[in-house]
């Protein structure tokens, strides 16, 4: 079992920049690939990014591609998302998540077996 707890959300001008945590729970933190997913009031959840357990595999969707960059300390249990340029369009709820299946470029909710609760970011124009 795997608990995740986002951090560092908040309200931010457009233009500017977050990073995001997300401590994981448990030993076996490093098998999970991770991945980061938004999700925007009446709209379906989205894929932001995704590391894998090692952390030398990442992949984005086109909306974040060189403004998002995703990485992870194993040693410390932790994820991140710095978030870069941000837009009033990446205002959202942003959750964490892992996947057992450390391979590939998955980016269907349904396929992550861990979620955490999410962390609000609010980007003002």
């Known amino acids: 079992q795997v608990q995740l707890v986002e951090s560092g959300g908040g309200l931010v001008q457009a233009g500017g920049s977050l990073r995001l945590s997300c401590l994981a729970s448990g030993r076996t933190f490093s098998r999970y690939a991770m991945g980061w997913f938004r999700q925007a009031p009446g709209k379906e959840r989205e894929f932001v990014a995704r590391i894998s357990g090692s952390g030398d595999s990442t992949n984005y969707a086109d909306s974040v591609k060189g403004r998002f960059i995703i990485s992870r300390d194993n040693a410390k249990n932790t994820l991140y998302l710095q978030m870069n340029s941000l837009k009033s369009e990446d205002t959202a709820v942003y959750l964490c998540?892992?996947?057992?299946?450390?391979?590939?470029?998955?980016?269907?909710?349904?396929?992550?077996?861990?979620w955490g609760r999410g962390t609000q970011v609010t980007i003002s124009s």
């Open positions: 998540a892992g996947d057992s299946t450390d391979w590939g470029r998955r980016v269907l909710p349904a396929l992550y077996n861990y």
